[in-house]
């Protein structure tokens, strides 16, 4: 991963008034909690480790899709769209947090989940993600993944048809978890770094290279997010 620095300053205060100015729903518990791990940090030798604790938004379950579905979501109720699309694989932590915050708002939600032979690309048996999305209401349709275009092309008319003014921005950006997922997905991220000195650093990391990119055997286990 190739990495660059921010050349310009931005103070907290700017960040913060930015972020302040959005149309936005309340979706999350925040800030969530910095948990400290001695043992981890004692393990490994000498670093002081942090675990920032997303899980403990409180929408689903949790989750750091919940903190950009606040302002996508909004954006879309202000404009007067009442339905929306999502697409992923069938075990999707996205799609789970995606089903509550429709139900939570009283959109109508659609779920396209893209099915494989994957653990996470399985419908069966229904548990998980995949059992939550149900619970929560949104509709739900699978496709393989060469289908996943047209099913969400069909969902989409499908929702005009009924009477939805619907959502489906193919121009969303999604924040990522970490760089990681940048480096396999051909996306670029940021890391906003505050130091014990309060002073701010912006890391920006760039996509891997097309030539360079390869896609996982998910068939045998569990993808290997991290590298």
Partial sequence: ????????????????????ALLRHRFTHLPTPLQHCPRLSADLGGPRIWIKRDDLTGLAFGGNKSRYLEFTLAEATAAGHDAAVLSAVVQSNHCR???????RI???????LRENDST??????AQGNYLLNGLFGVDICFAPPEE???TVAAEKERLVQEGYKYMFNEGLVTVWSAPNYCYRCGNVAAILTINVESVIDFS???????????VPDFTSRMPDYFL
Wanted: net charge positive; hydrophobic share 45%; glycine share 6%.
């Fill in 204 to 214: 920006v990391f760039e996509p891997r290279p097309q030539h360079l990119r390869k």
């Fill in 120 to 125: 996470m690309g399985r419908k069966d048996p």
């Fill in 1 to 20: 991963i190739l990495r660059k620095k921010w050349s310009t300053p931005v103070e907290p205060q700017t960040i913060q008034n930015a972020i302040d």
């Fill in 106 to 112: 009283g959109l109508k939600g659609v779920v396209v």
């Fill in 97 to 103: 947090q995606f089903a509550a915050a429709c139900a």
């Fill in 148 to 150: 996943i275009a047209a």
